[in-house]
């Protein structure tokens, strides 16, 4: 939310990416598993409120570069815990709101066999 601009932004954003996993370090108690990656970007975002011009949808595409570890616990070897640290480039739709720049994601992974 933009409040000198009485705006809002929504952004969906859905891309493929691709990472290379390095070198594993195993201990008795934790799994680490250290990646690195690329990938790209679909953005959809929506502008709404006043002060806005026209357009107010826009889609671009993007690029992103990251890494990253994911950490399992030996109790738990299925669950996988990830924290990983990108950037993110895109050409900003919309002045008043930046879409790129340093992005950090946590995510867990349940693993089926």
Same mark, same amino acid.
């Given at each position: 939310r933009n409040d000198?601009? $009485?705006?809002?932004l929504t952004s969906t954003q859905v891309g493929p990416r #691709?990472?290379?996993?390095? %070198?594993? %370090?195993v201990s008795d108690s934790l799994w680490v598993r250290p990646y690195v990656g690329a990938g790209a970007r679909f953005y959809r975002s929506s502008v709404s409120g006043l002060g806005v011009g026209v357009p107010t949808t826009d889609n671009r595409i993007? *690029?992103?570069?990251f890494g990253g570890v994911e950490l399992s616990a030996a $109790? *738990?070897? %299925?669950? $996988?815990?990830?924290?990983? #640290?990108?950037y993110d480039w895109l050409q900003n739709p919309?002045?008043?709101y930046t879409l790129n $720049?340093?992005? #950090? *994601? #946590?995510?867990?992974r349940w693993y089926v066999r």
């Amino acid at each position: 939310r933009n409040d000198l601009f $009485g705006s809002s932004l929504t952004s969906t954003q859905v891309g493929p990416r #691709v990472l290379m996993a390095l %070198r594993d %370090r195993v201990s008795d108690s934790l799994w680490v598993r250290p990646y690195v990656g690329a990938g790209a970007r679909f953005y959809r975002s929506s502008v709404s409120g006043l002060g806005v011009g026209v357009p107010t949808t826009d889609n671009r595409i993007g *690029a992103q570069m990251f890494g990253g570890v994911e950490l399992s616990a030996a $109790g *738990a070897p %299925r669950f $996988g815990l990830s924290v990983d #640290v990108g950037y993110d480039w895109l050409q900003n739709p919309f002045d008043q709101y930046t879409l790129n $720049g340093v992005a #950090v *994601a #946590v995510s867990g992974r349940w693993y089926v066999r």
